[in-house]
């Protein structure tokens, strides 16, 4: 990823983190990683324990950042929530997944929340 992309997507993670810190989640971690990847925001709602994937994008050019969020990745995702889950003992805590999509263009910003955007995928 270039310098520009590394700092749009770290720049988009910071608004996602806000927006969501606004509509009361508590942000538990950034960037968590294991060996099965990296998952760009752990929080909760409430008692729900929620997995983000956040996607950036200043241009349409690439498509929506939503349709970035496909089978692969959420496969991906979903392993290293498992993992995460095992990692520290939480395999009882109810859990969902969210995507948060920020449009960046010159003019504008635009954050969008989906709750519960995917169900856990294995295999």
Do not use: W
């Amino acid at each position: 990823m270039s310098l520009t992309g590394t700092r749009t997507g770290k720049r988009g993670e910071d608004l996602a983190a806000a927006s969501l810190e606004k509509a009361g989640y508590r942000i538990l971690e950034r960037n968590y990683r294991c060996r099965f990847g990296e998952i760009d925001i752990i929080a909760e709602e409430g008692r729900v324990l929620v997995f983000v994937e956040v996607k950036c994008r200043r241009t349409e050019l690439f498509g929506d950042p939503l349709e970035a969020v496909g089978p692969r990745k959420q496969r991906k995702i979903s392993k290293i929530s498992l993992h995460y889950l095992a990692e520290r003992h939480l395999e009882h805590r109810a859990a969902r997944f969210d995507v948060v999509a920020v449009h960046l263009s010159p003019a504008d910003c635009r954050i969008e929340l989906i709750r519960n955007a995917f169900d856990l995928l294995c295999g």
